[in-house]
């Protein structure tokens, strides 16, 4: 069989190339697939992307008629990029609507996009616990996200009818990713460095309001072994429009990864707290709440402290586990937020 074509937004970000490091030390990947990736720089594709095996595209995601391009020739869209940036996924969507049908060859081509559980959050500003947990097999309660939430235009595009039968569309929806990844990219997550980072700026332990919202959690390693379950599994559906026994996809698309309890943002700021006094850097081992009115003060303007560190976003993977055999490893969450102390304070001497 032919290699399976493939092209990547997002190689060199936080999860995709911890996912294509994986991917690429695999021992059948070099036979099974030829990759495809867009890439902002020439001197990024020559330093990086184009020595690890794969074929770098210049351009952005907002070089849309490339996209398009790149995937109406390609079997399978990995879209590790800007979740929120919708022209680019109607681009590819275009793309692999309009892709030719070989005979022989995939009939259905497949995208595995990259949302968040940023999707579920509420407004709660660290002052709530919410009891609500969003179960991605259960396709009536996530009906009835509304279009407003963060990523849902995005996801509301992928998730449309009329690419039922044409495109398989699975969406990935993370939670709180923690961990230093691997690969040709950015080693680093979001959330839990921003919240160290300002509060290393202000020399004190910040959290938003009394701390008390609660989001899941899953280590980069693990969410990367999830994104290569997936693929292969997508690879295996029935091409002949058969549904029996098959992976949840389009209409049911929304695949959350998280792994044990949730935790509360209260609990991050805590172990920063601690970790402060131990380091020398405020020996109060206390942690100072922010209303909204005191986010312009303490949090960069812009940076949506509010949302990503004060909502409640919780989540299950019921497919994962169930249907994928998916099982994460990592666990240890306070060591490290411990180490991301550390390494941020080191970084400053």
Same mark, same amino acid.
Not at 147 to 154: A, G, I, L, Y
Not at 281 to 293: F, K
């Given at each position: 069989?032919?290699?399976?074509?493939?092209?990547?937004?997002?190689?060199?970000?936080?999860?995709?190339?911890? #996912?294509?490091?994986? %991917?690429? $030390?695999?021992?059948?990947?070099?036979?099974?697939?030829? %990759?495809?990736?867009?890439?902002?720089?020439?001197?990024?594709?020559?330093?990086?992307? @184009?020595?690890?095996?794969?074929?770098?595209?210049?351009?952005?995601?907002?070089?849309?008629?490339?996209?398009?391009?790149?995937?109406?020739?390609?079997?399978?869209?990995?879209?590790?990029?800007?979740?929120?940036?919708?022209?680019?996924?109607?681009?590819?969507?275009?793309?692999?609507?309009?892709?030719? @049908?070989?005979?022989?060859? @995939?009939?259905? &081509?497949?995208?595995?996009?990259?949302?968040?559980?940023?999707? %579920?959050?509420?407004?709660?500003?660290?002052?709530?616990?919410?009891?609500? =947990?969003?179960?991605? $097999?259960?396709?009536?309660?996530?009906?009835?996200? &509304?279009?407003?939430?963060?990523?849902?235009?995005?996801?509301?595009?992928?998730?449309?009818?009329?690419?039922?039968?044409?495109?398989?569309?699975?969406?990935?929806?993370?939670?709180?990713?923690?961990? *230093?990844?691997?690969?040709?990219? $950015?080693?680093?997550?979001?959330? /839990?460095?921003? $919240?160290?980072?300002?509060?290393?700026?202000?020399?004190?332990?910040?959290?938003?309001?009394?701390?008390?919202?609660?989001?899941?959690?899953?280590?980069?390693?693990?969410?990367?072994?999830?994104?290569? +379950? %997936?693929?292969?599994?997508?690879?295996?559906?029935?091409?002949?429009?058969?549904?029996?026994? +098959?992976?949840?996809?389009?209409?049911? #698309?929304?695949? *959350?990864?998280?792994?044990?309890?949730?935790? #509360?943002?209260?609990?991050?700021?805590?172990?920063?707290?601690?970790?402060?006094?131990?380091?020398?850097?405020?020996?109060?081992?206390?942690?100072?709440?922010?209303?909204?009115?005191?986010?312009?003060? *303490?949090?960069? #303007?812009?940076?949506?402290?509010?949302?990503?560190?004060?909502?409640?976003?919780?989540?299950?993977? /019921?497919?994962?586990?169930?249907?994928?055999?998916?099982?994460?490893?990592?666990?240890? *969450?306070?060591?490290? =937020?411990?180490?991301?102390?550390?390494?941020?304070?080191?970084?400053?001497?």
């Amino acid at each position: 069989m032919a290699p399976v074509r493939v092209f990547i937004t997002g190689v060199t970000g936080y999860i995709g190339s911890t #996912a294509l490091d994986l %991917l690429l $030390n695999k021992e059948s990947t070099r036979s099974k697939y030829t %990759l495809r990736a867009l890439v902002r720089s020439q001197e990024k594709a020559e330093k990086d992307v @184009r020595p690890a095996g794969i074929e770098p595209v210049i351009g952005s995601l907002d070089d849309t008629d490339l996209l398009e391009k790149e995937a109406a020739n390609a079997d399978v869209v990995l879209s590790f990029a800007d979740a929120d940036h919708l022209a680019s996924v109607k681009a590819i969507l275009k793309g692999l609507e309009h892709r030719p @049908r070989p005979e022989g060859g @995939r009939r259905r &081509p497949i995208l595995i996009h990259t949302s968040g559980t940023g999707v %579920l959050l509420d407004g709660a500003n660290g002052n709530h616990t919410s009891e609500v =947990i969003y179960h991605d $097999n259960d396709v009536a309660h996530l009906s009835t996200l &509304p279009p407003t939430q963060p990523h849902r235009n995005v996801d509301l595009e992928i998730i449309n009818p009329r690419l039922k039968g044409v495109v398989d569309a699975y969406i990935v929806a993370p939670p709180t990713i923690w961990g *230093f990844g691997t690969g040709l990219g $950015n080693h680093n997550s979001i959330q /839990v460095p921003h $919240n160290v980072k300002v509060s290393l700026q202000h020399k004190r332990a910040l959290q938003i309001g009394k701390g008390l919202n609660y989001w899941s959690k899953v280590h980069v390693i693990d969410l990367a072994h999830f994104y290569i +379950s %997936l693929l292969e599994r997508a690879l295996q559906e029935p091409q002949d429009g058969s549904s029996t026994g +098959s992976l949840p996809k389009n209409e049911d #698309a929304y695949y *959350f990864v998280q792994e044990g309890d949730d935790f #509360a943002w209260g609990e991050v700021a805590q172990e920063i707290a601690k970790v402060f006094k131990s380091l020398g850097v405020n020996d109060s081992g206390e942690v100072t709440g922010t209303t909204p009115e005191q986010e312009d003060a *303490f949090w960069p #303007a812009g940076s949506s402290s509010g949302l990503l560190l004060g909502g409640n976003s919780r989540s299950r993977a /019921v497919k994962a586990i169930e249907l994928l055999g998916w099982e994460p490893k990592y666990t240890d *969450f306070k060591a490290y =937020i411990a180490e991301e102390v550390h390494r941020q304070v080191n970084l400053q001497k």
